[in-house]
DNA sequence: CTTCTAACCTAATCAGATC
DNA sequence: GATCTGATTAGGTTAGAAG
């Protein structure tokens, strides 16, 4: 594995000051990970409790993350497994990490290290069978954005991750627009501002 | 209140599987 | 090679915790 080290200095905490929309609706009374001794209803219907970062576990992710701004699914778990965060929340702190250096390269106009090997260490193909289609495309029709809660029912009818249901939906969105269901978020009306057809 | 950060989103693209 | 579809990316928004 070439351990490819970019020149830049430590990151430390990364300033990033794009929140400029504050609607302010919370409905969702969505709770800390911190405690972690709460129900699974205590979830709620919407986004997936906040898992906020041990400190240790941040200094974990940063030095991954130096040494190696685009890791593979391989490196991914592995760091998942040694600070005990599951792997889609790994994955989910690189592109957000990614996306805040990224922007004050930018803004510093200095140059981004870019891709390093996107292909290499992907994670493999997750192989849905024609049940399970089925039974998303069930869930797809009646809701497009369904909440952790429905995405963890979804996971458990499926077999498969979580996760896996998530990038599902995403694909599906994109791919098949137009179709009923429960109507956007402002982020997604926001994003679709600009007319498709 | 503001700032930080995790979660989530779209759009584009890469890539594996199948024909 | 064309098509379908899962995986990853850039770049953005949303929202709770912390300052």
């Given amino acids: 594995m070439p351990a490819e080290v970019h020149g830049s200095p430590p990151a430390s905490l990364c300033p990033c000051q794009s929140v400029k929309f504050r609607p302010g609706l919370p409905e969702m009374a969505l709770l800390t990970a911190l405690d972690d001794t709460l129900p699974e209803e205590a979830q709620g219907p919407g986004r997936r409790m906040i898992l906020l970062s041990t400190p240790s576990q941040s200094d974990a992710l940063r030095a991954c993350f130096e040494r190696n701004l685009y890791p593979g699914i391989a490196t991914k778990e592995e760091l998942a497994q040694g600070i005990d965060i599951p792997e889609p929340r790994v994955q989910i702190w ?3 990490e990614r996306s805040c250096q990224l ?9 981004w290290p870019g891709r ?3 292909q290499k260490g992907r994670r493999k193909r ?6 399970q289609t089925a039974l998303l495309l069930r869930a797809f029709e009646k809701d497009r954005f369904p909440g952790i ?3 963890e029912e979804l996971a458990r009818e499926t077999g498969l991750p979580e996760s896996r249901i998530q990038i599902w939906f995403q694909n599906r969105r994109a791919r098949h627009r137009g179709q009923s269901g429960r ?3 402002q982020a997604s009306i926001r994003c679709n501002a ?3 057809g």
């Fill in 183 to 185: 109507a956007p978020t």
């Fill in 126 to 131: 997750t192989a849905i069978t024609g049940s």
């Fill in 194 to 196: 600009a007319p498709i």
């Fill in 149 to 151: 809660a429905a995405r």
């Fill in 103 to 111: 922007r004050q390269h930018r803004r510093q106009s200095r140059p």
């Fill in 94 to 96: 690189f592109q957000n």
């Fill in 116 to 118: 390093r090997d996107p």
